[in-house]
């Protein structure tokens, strides 16, 4: 039985565990939010946030707040009410994008595609030539489902358009590739809890000269205080002086820099390598119980394993027991897929082989 001081393990949809040197930065003692040290930090970290987004953006921050607010923060400054945009929706996180830009006012057109698949890109590449929206909207990493979205050629395609490119990489970013200038994404988000490795509380994001562009030319000014690009640039930004908009997080900002800094020590294309070894490793280790993947090859999100269950598997005692009796959390299906997957994450310092033969080592006990 696990004691209420161990570590859980924790292999669900995030967050997943930090490392020492997160943990440290967590404890650090306090510094203003205007204090030279601390903006000398904040500025470490925006730098590095560029290095992970693959991109030139000045404007590449974290927003003080969760994932979400990283999608709002982007949906409330570049979407009017009456403007079009296009979605990618084929799970949970699409879907949300959908849902707020409808509340926003926005004429709204969803590209669906079943749970479990890619947006086709052809179509939704023609789609957005036709309607020439302001926005189209695609989720790299989809959580829900374990889909990884390519975005090969829709940035030609939204520029063909005059059209801006948004993508939600809350879970691919720094487990897969992502290049937001390659890729030519305009507006994208971020969470810090997963391959980051970082606790929850951050939403990195990163804004092209382009979208600056598009945000000048707002008919109104962004119905929101907390989200308003200038107001947050006028304290981010530091360009003549920084003035207080609101207190950020420093303990999180202190984290968010030391998880950045494993990150770029490791280097990128290695811990994406590492992430792809272990989601691997954990699709051939659980094909030995039955289980089978969800995601056709090609399309499998490497931070988040998403598998059917094998036949006659009682999935929710299963599940409560390896967290109850083994401290390991694996995740259940949303939606469609609720009592039918499991969605297994090794995201940032989990994604190692240690941490199935864990997972696969209390599932014998269980099943035996
Ligand atoms: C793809 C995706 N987008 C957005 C979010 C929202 O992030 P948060 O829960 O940190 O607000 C999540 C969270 O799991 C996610 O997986």
């Known amino acids: 039985m696990k004691t209420a001081t161990a570590e859980t393990l ?9 490392s020492e040197s997160v943990r440290e930065a967590l404890s650090r003692p306090l510094l203003g939010h205007l204090d030279p040290g601390f903006l000398e930090i904040m500025e470490s970290t925006k730098a590095q946030l560029r290095q992970v987004f693959k991109t030139e953006n000045t404007v590449t921050f974290p927003i003080s707040a969760t994932g979400s607010a990283g999608m709002e923060f982007l949906l409330v400054n570049f979407l009017e009410a009456g403007d079009k945009i296009v979605v990618g929706v084929n799970g949970v996180f699409g879907g949300r994008v959908a849902a707020l830009s409808e509340k926003l006012g926005a004429e709204l057109i969803r590209v669906e595609q079943e749970w479990g698949r890619a947006v086709d890109t052809e179509a939704f590449c023609e789609v957005v030539k036709r ?4 926005i189209a909207a695609l989720v790299n990493g989809e959580t829900s489902t374990g889909v990884c979205q390519p975005m090969e050629g829709v940035g030609d395609a939204c520029r063909e358009a005059g059209s801006l490119l948004f993508m939600d990489c809350v879970t691919s970013l720094a487990g897969m590739p992502v290049s937001v200038d390659d890729w030519g994404v305009d507006i994208a988000f971020s969470g810090t809890q997963k391959c980051i490795g970082v606790p929850p509380g951050l939403a990195p994001v990163t804004v092209s000269e382009r979208a600056l562009e598009v945000y000048r030319n707002r008919s109104r000014p962004t119905p929101s205080f907390y989200f308003d690009l200038d ?3 006028a304290y981010i930004d530091g360009e003549g002086g920084r003035s207080y908009h609101h207190t950020a997080p420093i303990s999180m900002v202190f984290a968010l820099d030391a998880g950045l800094k494993e990150i770029l020590a490791e280097g990128l294309e290695a811990r994406w ?14 094909a030995a119980f039955g289980f089978s993947p969800v995601v056709p090859e090609g399309e499998r999100l490497n931070p988040l394993t998403t598998l059917y269950l094998p036949e006659g598997f009682d999935e929710a005692a299963v599940r409560s027991a390896l967290l109850r009796d083994h401290g390991i959390e694996v995740g259940a299906g949303l939606g469609p897929l609720a009592g039918k997957i499991w969605r297994i994450g090794l995201m940032a310092g989990n994604a190692r082989e240690e941490s199935v033969d864990r997972l696969v080592e209390a599932l014998k006990r269980e099943l035996s």
Not at 10 to 18: F, R, S
Not at 131 to 134: A, F, I, L, T
Not at 274 to 286: P, Q
Request: charged fraction near 25%; aromatic fraction near 4%.
């Open 231 to 233: 107001a947050i640039l």
């Open 273 to 286: 390598a590492r992430h792809a070894r272990a989601a691997d490793y954990l699709r051939s280790e659980m």
């Open 131 to 134: 309607e020439s929206p302001k």
């Open 10 to 18: 924790l292999l669900g949809p995030g967050p997943c565990n930090i």
